[in-house]
């Protein structure tokens, strides 16, 4: 890329945060890349790579007071330096030469003020419009963005809108102003699947139209292989890989790249075991080992018992309505499915459909409000508490939240022995805590850990935590909700690789909760389609995504993007 | 609105009966026999028991607080025990003097409360915020006693800027000399805790993504606090300043007593000096009640002002 | 993961950002002064004879120097020997006994400066603060310990099971918030008749609740939705457990800032209380009943008692609202 059309240019641009009085943490550790200027260009990292860190340098967004930028370091805009320039005027050129969009758009939103209100800030400040004409311009920029009956809209408060629609209304504000360089902050991350499409189209339109430069900032590489021209790979603050899109995809120079692309489970192909970073960074010329490796054969086993038999589970909802009535709302309606011994069903849906609340019933951590789970000839929803009790050691769960699911005032060794004391398993306690040391082995985490604190731990090291702690009852169902979602995609790959083993070892039924498609076909016999509460679709996975049935759940497999 | 209007008055009840309750059984039953104080030393068993009588005493329980009802209900609780003036006139003729200091003092404490509160923000983290929070805690550590004492003796006694005490006849008057020093004292006390609550309000909201986005938005810090943070911090202020107006009209006690100006609070002293069980009793009952319709206004306020709510 | 030499929990972690605030140690410093005065005096250690009228009244601090006339006043208030009157019969009597006192308790000439001065009896000031301290002090902390252990019970039953216990407790709240704290306690001081500090304490304890049943239901209403609790559930911990043995250790930061911030505000109104009469009985000392003899004294210009009640208790309380503040900091640090 010759140097006079690039829009943006960093180099060396080095920042650190102070956390106390003496320490700091250094976020980039000198990063340098270009953003042509009519270009989508990817940035892809995980979680700490300092992606959106970087974005917001730019921006001039970062806390003044905790954050250290070197010296040395430089972004200059459209031939600017804008490091250094004094605060007034970088804040001037925000809104109108460079604009951002961020992740939530609900609480991106100022909740108090009106669509058309914030809107037309922007055009009021930089334009110098008056009340009028920025009232006619938004209304325009509404319909551009696709905002259905903008005439209205324009009036409503975010909290009136759907997630999608905010997410519109960002986009519209940011676009107001003809920005020459529109930074995208995960916009889609926090959406739907079928409205991820959307707003993707709808930036890859805006895009083309206007001719501006876009910096596209997300966590999943597949998610950006149809919109970008450019792909920035980070990771720990520093730059892997910066090419254009078809080399970064075809051949990825960068073993952090690769194992990026390789690491998420594929729609062809289910390899006994996901590659993780470890393969690829240790060998950094390891070819793509999907198809090379032995397939693994999911499917239900015609004529087999099976080890539950869930029939027409409903769970309702009571919500206060006007004075003294009470709506009800139907979480779950009518679901019914079966699930064989050592065999995984996965369930997937999008936000409201319900998945989540039929996993937490069959657990009883919400009272069902209709239908049965036949277990071994009992119905475990039936039972009182105390013939359930025993029970409780034979079907367990693994949350979404890692950060959320374990007690942050337990030290891990406190988390596995609660429930070997509960239900009394091991003669003493010398014995369970042997028993809890050779768990943690087996899920991977060092011997070290048993006297730590669950803070102490990533994202991922928090999950086998988690799975530790179910193993000790070693339960025989095991319901994972959305167990690998908050994960970055290498982690996320290691941890499945583990329940896939545990699975293969002791013979767990899996029930597993997800929205992403890709992953559930990779882990699932059986598929369980489910929307607004009820069963859409019922199938082996590899018959549904091979020739799906019903329309929904084409659509849905219609918005997974497409990769290379 | 009305639905909720109505469900929320529906459940006011059974905390105005509990708080009935609780002030029937506090005096009627704790408080015990007040006929042998009234009576006063070497009364006869004759006096006393005309005492109890006229007072209702002598009756049972349930006879007595269906009495204290219809005497809520009725706004007649008879007369003070002290003094002999109906109650009802001492509580009609307090309010005034109580809310010509009150009012003033509130709609002052509160702008200054929120301009302080914005102009810290603007400086958060800084040396001067940290020595404005520092000079507010030592000025909530200094009892109110002292306040009073101090400023009363320098400006009034001393400097003879304000009357030490007393109280007029005009509004005009009362307004502009007498209630002056109280004023000004009650905003002495009464900054450093607004203040700080109005700062954590502020600071809230500062925190949020939207003020994020107004600033990649290009706007100035001026108005991204002045416009956008102020109008979402203004509805917990609200709703906080509305709810405690009742309780004002007690905390203001110790400025009536040492004034001399004869509001609501200075009586509750007075009456719980002298025992005066029907000035106390209805005092409480009737605050109780006018807490509760203002904890309600400050709902429906919150409701009107806080579009999130509203259209949910 | 992270390279840890040890692990530690809350409370360490916690106490390690406290050690490295100098502004909080300090004040803890302040703070931990102020207590050891309210242990020694309460054993009797010093201040105990704060009641010897040792001075001539309103003798000033000696730093002022003492006033001109009050050398002769010291030397009048000695007892002097009495012309011999032959129409009393028990003259005789009378005599033997005064040698006897005499003899036991020799007679001292009262002092005309103290370090802090004198009240209208000639008590120290000194001693009567550090009195005076002990006695507020104490009420300000048990009646806080004891509302906030009301508050933290009522509130974990009540945010923990929902229902018709919280709907209970939430009655119970509504009620009592609904009359202004200080008109409750004025109505129950008018009620009860006999005054002491054990009255006292009850009566804030029991009106003071309200606040902290608040926060803690509120957190565990919070808590009880998480998935670490949840998951206790799927393991099988019973309700009490979950309550009190996973649930609590995550909430109680939130009571122990709770608990310093009402022991700031108990101070205050057990100081407020005295003043009026309402508070500790006739011959117990407490920063209110100082106050409220300073009052009058300052219209004389005799400023010292009004001084150093006013100034211990601000001394600790700013201490105390300091630590409370560096510990909720601490406890909960937030991004500023």
Not at chain 3, 25 to 36: E, K, N, R, S, T
């Amino acid at each position: 890329m010759s140097q006079h059309t690039d829009l943006l240019q960093v180099r060396n641009l080095r920042v650190a945060f102070r956390t106390g009085k003496t320490s700091t943490v250094e976020a980039l550790k000198g990063v340098s890349f270009d953003l042509p200027s009519d270009a989508t260009v990817a940035l892809v990292g995980e979680s700490g790579s300092g992606k959106s860190v970087a974005s917001l340098a730019v921006m001039g967004l970062l806390p003044a007071q905790t954050t250290l930028i070197d010296p040395a370091s430089s972004i200059r805009f459209a031939g600017r330096e804008l490091l250094g320039l004094p605060a007034n005027e970088r804040r001037a050129l925000c809104g109108k030469d460079i604009a951002m969009i961020f992740q939530e758009p609900m609480s991106s939103l100022n909740p108090v003020f009106t669509a058309g209100f914030q809107i037309g800030e922007v055009l009021r400040r930089h334009m110098g419009m008056n009340a009028r004409a920025a009232r006619l311009r938004t209304l325009e920029l509404l319909a551009e963005v696709g905002i259905p009956d903008p005439a209205t809209k324009i009036d409503a408060y975010p909290s009136q809108m759907s997630g999608g629609q905010q997410q519109r209304v960002m986009i519209a504000m940011a676009i107001a102003c003809e920005p020459k360089l529109l930074i995208a902050d995960e916009p889609t991350t926090a959406l739907d699947v079928t409205i991820q499409q959307q707003i993707m189209a709808l930036i890859a339109r805006l895009q083309q139209a206007r001719r501006m430069a876009v910096l596209f900032i997300t966590h999943d590489l597949g998610l950006v292989a149809e919109i970008a021209d450019r792909v920035i790979v980070m990771r720990h603050g520093e730059v892997r890989e910066e090419g254009a899109a078809a080399q970064v995809f075809g051949a990825p120079r960068d073993a952090y790249t690769r194992a990026l692309l390789h690491c998420r489970p594929r729609l062809d192909a289910r390899p006994l075991r996901l590659p993780v970073i470890d393969d690829y960074l240790a060998d950094s010329t390891a070819p793509a080992p999907d198809l090379a490796q032995p397939q693994r054969v999911r499917g239900t086993t015609p004529g087999e018992q099976p080890l539950l038999v869930v029939n027409h589970l409903a769970k309702r909802f009571w919500l206060r309505d006007g004075l003294f009535r009470k709506r009800a709302f139907d979480a779950v309606q009518d679901v019914s499915f079966t699930l064989g011994r050592g065999k995984t069903l996965g369930v997937v849906g999008e936000s409201g459909s319900g998945k989540t609340t039929v996993g937490l019933t069959l657990l009883r951590l919400h009272r069902a409000s209709g239908g049965s789970a036949l277990f071994e000839g009992r119905d475990l929803l039936a039972l009182s508490e105390r013939d359930y009790q025993p029970y409780k050691r034979r079907i367990q769960i693994i949350f979404q939240n890692p950060y959320a699911s374990l007690n942050p005032r337990f030290t891990v060794g406190q988390i596995l022995l609660e429930p070997m004391r509960i239900h009394r398993i091991g003669a003493s306690d010398a014995e369970r805590i042997g028993m809890a040391r050779q768990l943690l082995a087996r899920v991977g985490l060092p011997e070290a850990a048993y006297g730590r604190y669950p803070h102490e731990f990533s994202g991922g090291q928090r999950q086998r935590i988690a799975i530790a702690r179910c193993l000790t009852l070693r339960p025989e169902i095991l319901v994972c909700d959305e167990s690998v979602s908050a994960l970055d995609v290498s982690v996320q790959a290691q941890v499945l690789n583990l329940l896939q083993d545990l699975q293969d070892e002791y013979g767990m039924s899996y029930i597993f909760i997800s929205h992403d498609l890709s992953v559930v076909k990779y882990i699932s016999d059986q598929v369980m389609v489910m929307q607004a509460g009820r069963v859409v679709e019922l199938a082996d996975s590899d018959t549904l995504y091979r020739d799906p049935q019903h329309p929904y759940t084409r659509s849905l497999l219609a918005a997974i993007p497409k990769v290379g | 609105m009305l639905a909720y209007v109505l469900r929320r008055l529906w459940q006011m009840l059974p905390t105005m009966a509990g708080v009935v309750l609780l002030v029937f059984v506090l005096f009627n039953w704790v408080g015990g026999d007040p006929a042998y104080l009234l009576a006063g030393k070497m009364a006869d068993t004759a006096a006393i028991e005309n005492i109890r009588r006229q007072l209702g005493t002598d009756q049972p329980y349930y006879v007595q607080l269906w009495i204290f009802v219809q005497q809520i209900v009725s706004f007649d609780f008879g007369n003070a025990w002290s003094t002999g003036e109906p109650v009802a006139d001492i509580i009609t003729s307090r309010l005034g003097p109580s809310l010509t200091v009150l009012v003033p003092l509130t709609i002052l404490e509160t702008l200054f409360g929120i301009a302080l509160a914005l102009a810290l923000a603007f400086v958060r983290g800084s040396l001067t915020d940290r020595a404005v929070m520092l000079a507010c805690t030592v000025g909530m550590s200094i009892s109110i006693l002292v306040y009073i004492s101090v400023f009363q003796y320098l400006f009034a006694y001393r400097l003879g800027l304000f009357p030490v005490q007393g109280w007029g006849e005009s509004l005009g008057q009362n307004l502009l000399t007498y209630a002056l020093l109280p004023i000004i004292i009650g905003l002495a006390v009464s900054i450093a805790p607004t203040l700080r609550l109005y700062r954590s309000f502020v600071l809230d909201e500062v925190g949020q993504d939207y003020v994020r986005t107004a600033r990649a938005k290009g706007l100035s810090e001026r108005r991204v606090l002045w416009v956008h943070v102020l109008r979402n911090a203004a509805i917990p202020i609200i709703t906080h300043v509305m709810a405690n107006l009742p309780a004002l009209l007690i905390g203001a006690f110790l400025l009536e007593r040492f004034f001399g100006i004869p509001g609501i609070g200075r009586e509750v002293i007075l009456a719980v000096e002298r025992s005066d069980f029907p000035v106390i009793k209805a005092i409480t009952v009737y605050v109780a009640a006018a807490t509760m319709v203002f904890n309600l206004l400050a709902d429906l306020l919150y409701r009107a002002v806080d579009p999130r709510v509203q259209f949910k | 993961m992270s390279a840890h030499l040890d692990s530690a929990g809350l409370w360490t972690l916690a106490w390690r950002r406290l050690r490295a605030d100098r502004i909080a140690m300090a004040a803890l410093a302040v703070v931990a002064g102020f207590l050891l005065l309210v242990l020694l005096s309460g054993a009797g250690l010093i201040a105990a004879d704060w009641e010897r009228e040792v001075a001539v009244n309103y003798a000033p601090p000696t730093f002022l120097g003492a006033d001109p006339g009050s050398r002769a006043l010291a030397q009048a208030q000695l007892p002097r020997a009495t012309l011999p009157n032959a129409f009393d019969p028990l003259a005789a009597e009378l005599a033997e006994l005064k040698a006897q006192v005499a003899a036991t308790h020799p007679p001292r000439e009262k002092r005309t400066t103290l370090p802090f001065g004198a009240d209208k009896w000639g008590h120290d000031i000194v001693q009567k603060t550090i009195k005076g301290g002990q006695t507020s002090i104490v009420v300000g902390l048990v009646a806080a310990l004891l509302a906030v252990t009301l508050g933290t019970l009522f509130g974990a039953v009540s945010g923990f099971h929902g229902g018709w216990v919280d709907d209970l407790f939430n009655w119970f709240y509504s009620v009592f918030t609904a009359i202004p704290a200080i008109l409750m306690i004025l109505a129950v001081a008018a009620v009860l008749q006999q005054k002491g500090v054990a009255t006292i304490v009850l009566i804030l304890g029991l009106t003071g609740w309200t606040g902290p049943y608040r926060l803690m239901r509120a957190e565990y209403i919070k808590h009880a939705a998480r998935e670490y609790v949840m998951a206790a559930d799927a393991i099988g911990a019973s309700s009490l457990r979950r309550m009190f043995g996973h649930i609590l250790p995550n909430v109680a930061h939130v009571a122990l800032v709770q608990l310093s911030i009402l022991t700031v505000g108990f101070i205050k109104a057990e100081v407020i209380l005295s003043f009026l009469g309402f508070g500790v009985p006739v011959g117990t000392v407490s920063w209110g009943s100082m106050l409220n003899e300073a009052q009058n004294e300052l219209i004389l210009g005799k400023w010292w008692q009004m001084a150093a009640a006013a100034g211990a208790m601000a001394t600790l309380v700013t201490a105390f609202s300091l630590f409370a503040d560096a510990l909720r900091d601490a406890l909960d640090p937030k991004i500023k």
